[in-house]
């Protein structure tokens, strides 16, 4: 599976904020998985408005990275993250819903738990 520069990344899994990198549920395999630096950012960006050139251009410039790297860097690390079940990619922009737009520790938990319903995560 090939991800296009101009596909909407979406993140697809509660996570948590560590000093080390983001650790993320993959729900489907229920496994808890590391992101580290670059990997995380990507993660944090992946909001379902902003396009994979979008993103690649923007690490390009914060990390000081040549901009034709990150181009081919980003698609392959976005098949990755959608492979191991905790990312997607989208043709159109859509909004996250709240239980995937904020870290766990930081969500409402009656809030986080109704959005988790009305996302069809959880059995009621």
């Known amino acids: 599976m090939a991800s296009s520069l101009q596909e909407y990344p979406q993140r697809d899994g509660l996570y948590r904020i560590l000093p080390d990198g983001i650790a993320v549920h993959n729900r489907y395999a229920d496994r808890i998985i590391m992101l580290d630096g670059l990997t995380s950012e990507i993660w944090l960006r992946a909001d379902g408005k902003t396009t994979l050139e979008t993103?690649?251009?923007?690490?390009?410039?914060?990390?000081?990275?040549?901009?034709?790297?990150?181009?081919?860097?980003?698609?392959?690390?976005?098949?990755?993250?959608?492979?191991?079940?905790?990312?997607?990619?989208?043709?159109?922009?859509?909004?996250?819903?709240?239980?995937?737009?904020?870290?766990?520790?930081?969500?409402?938990?009656?809030?986080?738990?109704?959005?988790?319903?009305?996302a069809g995560w959880l059995d009621e």
């Open 55 to 118: 993103i690649a251009r923007d690490l390009a410039g914060w990390r000081g990275e040549s901009l034709t790297l990150m181009l081919r860097t980003i698609p392959m690390i976005s098949v990755i993250l959608n492979s191991e079940g905790i990312m997607f990619q989208q043709g159109e922009p859509a909004t996250l819903p709240y239980h995937l737009s904020l870290p766990q520790e930081d969500q409402d938990a009656d809030q986080m738990v109704a959005s988790m319903l009305a």
